[in-house]
C-alpha cells in the first residue's frame, strides 16, 4: 500500500490500492463542475441569443454569420487534444479548469466594449480554444470522485450542463438582451466566469479514484502509448465517432441558430424564444438524467457493456435522427414543427453522456483524460462546418423556414444511419485498454 498527499486534498492520505468513495466531498465538487459546465454553454449560446439584434446592427449575411459562429471550432479541437495530454503529465486538473475559466470570461468582455465583426470571430476563436478541453477535464475530475460503477450519472450531470445553461441562462440573457442590448449579456458573462473562478480557487481539488503516479519509466511510456493507441484505434472508439458526428454537428446548430430558427422562421418573439429554447433543455436533462442511471443499473446488476454503453445510445440516436429527417412534414405548423424538432434533438442528446462514459471507461485511468480529449476533439469538428453550412443553406433558400428544415434533414439522415450502424458494431467491454490499471 502506498500514500499520497496531493496538495489540492489537504491532510487526506488517498489509498491507491483501495480508495474511498465519499459523497459528500464527491458531489460537493460535481456541484461546482456542473456550474463549471454551465458558464460554458451559456458563453457558447450567447452568440445565438444575440444573433437577430446583432446581425441587423452589424449588417451581416447569414453565410458571415454562420461563420462567425463556425470559427469557435477553428482551434477547438486543437486545444482540446492539447489540454488533454498536459493532463496526464501531472498537471493538475484543478488548475486547468481555473485557467480555462479565466480565458472564457476574457474573451467576453471586449465584445461588450469594442463589438464587431472582426472583434467577434476573433473573440469566438479564442473562445473555442479555452472551452475545446472544457468536457473532457471536467469529466476526469469527476471520475476522481466517483467508482466506475457510479460515473454513469455524474457524466450525465456535467453533460445537463448545456440544458441547464438553455433552460437558466437563455431566459434571463434573452431578457438582459431586449432590456439592455445585446452586448450586456457578454458582460454579465464575463463577470460570472470570474466570480466562479474565486470560487474554485479555495474548494477545487481532485478525488481520491484520481491516477497521479511517479514519472514514467521509459517501458511505462511506451505501455501508456500502447494503451491509448488501444482505445484510439478499436472498433468502438471509431464507430462511436462516426456515429455521434451528425449528433455533434446537430448541438453546433442548435447553439448557433435555434433562437433565430425560432424567430424568423416559425416568427415567435424574442422573449417567447429565449424561453423556448430552453424548454426542450429541461426534456433533454431528464432523458441524459434518466439514461445515465439507466445504464449504471444496468451495469450493476450484470448487463454487458455492448448494452449499456452499445445499444441504449445509438438506438437512441436513430430514432432521434428520424425524427429530424421528417421535420418538414410538421408543414405551416409551428408548434407541431417546434415538437417534432425538440424530440428529434432531445433523443440525440441521450447518446451523447453514455458514449463519454464508455470512451472513459474503456480507457486506462492514466490515459482517460486524453482519450476522452481526442475523441471529443474530433467529434467537434462538425462544428467547422455545419453552422456555416446551415448560413449558406439559408441564404440560398427561397424561404428562412426552407433552409433550416434542409439542414435538420441532412442531420437526423445522417444521425439514423449512424445510429443503426453502430448499434452492431458497439462493444466497448470488448476494446477496453485498462488490462494493466484500476478504474
Request: net charge positive.
Amino acid at each position: 500500500m502506498t500514500t499520497s498527499r496531493s496538495p489540492e486534498i489537504p491532510l487526506v492520505t488517498v489509498d491507491r490500492t483501495e480508495p474511498r468513495y465519499r459523497p459528500v466531498l464527491a458531489w460537493t465538487v460535481l456541484l461546482l463542475l456542473a456550474v463549471f459546465m454551465i458558464l460554458n454553454f451559456a458563453d457558447r449560446i450567447s452568440l445565438a441569443l444575440a444573433a437577430q439584434p446583432l446581425i441587423k446592427e452589424l449588417h451581416l449575411s447569414a453565410s458571415q454569420f454562420g461563420l462567425i459562429s463556425s470559427s469557435f471550432y477553428f482551434l477547438y479541437s486543437i486545444s482540446a487534444v492539447g489540454v488533454g495530454f498536459l493532463a496526464t503529465r501531472h498537471v493538475p486538473l484543478k488548475w486547468l479548469l481555473l485557467v480555462m475559466s479565466l480565458l472564457w470570461a476574457a474573451t467576453q468582455l471586449p465584445v461588450f466594449f469594442f463589438a464587431g465583426g472582426g472583434v467577434l470571430l476573433g473573440t469566438r476563436i479564442g473562445l473555442g480554444a479555452a472551452e475545446g478541453p472544457a468536457t473532457a477535464v471536467a469529466n476526469s475530475t469527476a471520475y476522481s470522485w466517483f467508482p466506475r460503477e457510479k460515473r454513469g450519472l455524474p457524466t450525465a450531470v456535467l453533460t445537463s450542463g448545456a440544458s441547464l445553461a438553455k433552460i437558466v441562462a437563455a431566459p434571463l440573457l434573452t431578457l438582459l438582451i431586449v432590456r439592455s442590448g445585446w452586448r450586456s449579456a457578454f458582460l454579465a458573462l464575463g463577470l460570472a466566469g470570474l466570480v466562479w473562478c474565486a470560487v474554485w480557487l479555495f474548494a477545487g481539488r481532485t478525488g481520491p479514484f484520481a491516477v497521479t503516479p511517479a514519472a514514467p519509466r521509459k517501458e511505462e511510456r511506451a505501455e501508456r502509448r500502447r494503451t491509448f493507441l488501444k482505445v484510439a484505434t478499436s472498433r468502438t472508439f471509431i464507430v462511436l465517432l462516426i456515429a455521434t458526428y451528425p449528433m455533434y454537428a446537430l448541438i453546433s446548430v442548435v447553439f448557433s441558430w435555434f433562437p433565430s430558427y425560432l424567430q424568423a422562421g416559425l416568427h415567435f418573439s424574442p422573449i417567447t424564444s429565449g424561453f423556448l429554447f430552453g424548454l426542450p433543455s429541461v426534456i433533454g436533462m431528464v432523458f441524459m438524467l434518466g439514461s445515465g442511471w439507466l445504464t449504471d443499473r444496468l451495469l450493476a446488476r450484470g448487463v454487458s457493456a455492448r448494452v449499456a454503453h452499445g445499444l441504449v445510445p445509438t438506438l437512441a440516436l436513430a430514432l432521434g435522427g428520424v425524427l429530424l429527417a421528417v421535420l418538414p412534414l410538421a408543414g405551416s405548423s409551428r408548434y407541431l414543427a417546434y415538437f417534432v424538432l425538440v424530440a428529434g434533438y432531445c433523443l440525440t442528446l441521450v447518446a451523447q453522456p453514455i458514449v463519454y462514459a464508455a470512451i472513459g471507461t474503456a480507457a486506462a485511468p492514466s490515459q482517460r483524460t486524453s482519450v476522452l480529449s481526442l475523441f471529443i476533439a474530433l467529434q467537434s469538428t462538425s462544428g467547422i462546418i455545419a453552422p456555416w453550412a446551415t448560413g449558406a443553406l439559408l441564404d440560398h433558400a427561397d424561404n428562412q423556414v426552407d433552409g433550416y428544415n434542409t439542414a435538420f434533414v441532412v442531420i437526423g439522415i445522417l444521425c439514423a444511419v449512424g445510429g443503426v450502424v453502430a448499434a452492431f458494431f458497439v462493444d466497448s467491454g470488448r476494446d477496453s485498454a485498462r488490462d494493466s490499471e484500476r478504474a
